[in-house]
């Protein structure tokens, strides 16, 4: 959420800056709300000055023997009125509140302008993809062929279109990329391992800016009148743990890491990528998490995307890094880095990560603070996330880089140790 101090102070650079991204802000009806906002807030401190001034002379006219019953009467009306003032305030700050809910964050002056992902800037490439001497497969196909192992028709049975059920040494490769993310991120990368639920409240949602505008790329529960909503990304728990807190300088930089499933409707995906694992309801992911310092939270960006950039360099996968135009960064961001992995089935780079430096967007919904050990006042923090990685993609991507001519698959030398010595899977 926007600072409510620079939407009164300075929403027409608040309209402009937006625009950037394709959004339209109504500023005549916020100005028209923010006015009558305050016309109601004079009025209200004007009835209650004047029902104080009326309560005190009910003592003094009671002392005096007076009648004090029209004095009663006034100060009942000037409550009523005072009541209906009151609720008069709530209404039109819930209104601006709806307005401001659903405007995305600022972009930091660093990223390019743009309409969409065509005009992405791209910042450099790491590793040559491989030349094939043999006709190349797609990961379903290379899943399916070693005995099943990655079986769609087996996930639609069971629960439709967007979902798989994998066998065998594939579940075990897919079981080691996560392992092996999970170990680079906390043993060298200085991140804690955190377990979190899969189901998170609307507050949570509301926090890292999930609700209210994106509530249909959800799956929603109802569990005897406990509304719950599966998780989207674990950034949404893992962030929303210091939602409402207020931890001291010392503590920061807060490094976390998780391994969960994700779930998303893919309410938007208009049929892309119906084949395979590229877009599924349920994947998992490793997420990396970091509360920071303001000062520091680009540095940060930086640093973890490196951390996630890391993790393909170990795997020898080619890829390439994007920074995010105008029209791409994604609602709560003010800077985004996308890398993109070499699938030599589509003979193109793909979204394997994305890693955005969240400003203060989301600490302020969640009022996520610091206590600045030179003011001793709270400030709010900077967060940011990033994938490190998803791990359906990567399996795509080993499935597909590390293919052999007779349809096997070479396991990478990193992941050797978490399949037991297995060097190939036939």
């Not at 406990?226 to 409402?244: A, G």
Request: proline share 4%; aromatic share 6%.
């Amino acid at each position: 959420m926007l600072d409510a101090k620079q939407l009164r102070s300075d929403l027409d650079n608040v309209a402009t800056q937006l625009a950037k991204r394709g959004f339209t802000l109504d500023t005549a009806t916020l100005t028209a709300l923010e006015e009558k906002r305050k016309a109601i807030q004079v009025k209200t401190q004007e009835l209650q000055n004047e029902r104080n001034t009326r309560s005190k002379s009910i003592g003094q006219a009671k002392a005096r023997g007076e009648d004090i019953a029209p004095l009663l009467a006034a100060v009942s009306q000037l409550g009523e009125e005072l009541d209906a003032a009151k609720a008069q305030q709530d209404d039109v700050l819930a209104k601006i509140n709806d307005i401001a809910s659903a405007m995305p964050n600022l972009l930091d002056e660093s990223v390019p302008t743009g309409a969409d992902e065509d005009d992405n800037v791209e910042l450099k490439r790491w590793g040559t993809p491989r030349i094939f001497d043999f006709e190349v497969k797609d990961h379903v196909d290379l899943g399916f062929g070693v005995g099943k192992g990655l079986d769609f028709e087996s996930g639609a049975k069971l629960a439709g279109t967007r979902f798989a059920v994998m066998r065998g040494n594939i579940a075990k490769l897919h079981r080691a990329l996560a392992q092996f993310m999970l170990d680079v991120h906390t043993e060298e990368h200085g991140y804690q391992e955190m377990y979190v639920p899969y189901l998170v409240n609307a507050a949570s949602l509301y926090g890292t800016g999930q609700l209210p505008k994106f509530g249909e790329d959800l799956f929603h529960t109802d569990l005897s009148g406990k509304n719950f909503s599966l998780i989207p990304t674990s950034e949404v728990p893992l962030t929303n743990l210091y939602r409402d807190e207020i931890v001291d300088e010392a503590e920061l930089p807060i490094k976390m890491t998780a391994h969960t499933p994700c779930f998303r409707s893919e309410a938007g995906s208009g049929g892309r990528d119906i084949r395979g694992l590229i877009r599924q309801h349920q994947f998992d992911k490793v997420e990396m998490v970091q509360l920071v310092k303001p000062e520091n939270s680009f540095a940060a960006l930086d640093e973890l995307t490196g951390h996630a950039e890391a993790i393909l360099e170990k795997l020898e996968l080619p890829y390439r890094t994007m920074v995010l135009c105008s029209g791409d960064v994604g609602f709560s961001a003010t800077k985004t880095f996308d890398l993109e992995v070499w699938l030599p089935a589509q003979n193109t780079y793909r979204e394997i990560s994305s890693c955005s430096n969240m400003g203060a967007f989301q600490a302020r919904r969640m009022q996520a603070r610091f206590r600045n050990s030179e003011t001793n006042k709270p400030e709010l923090l900077h967060t940011l996330n990033g994938s490190g990685l998803a791990v359906g993609r990567t399996l795509v991507a080993v499935l597909e880089n590390y293919q052999q001519a007779d349809g096997s698959i070479n396991i990478p030398t990193v992941l050797q140790p978490y399949m037991k010595g297995l060097t190939k899977i036939s």
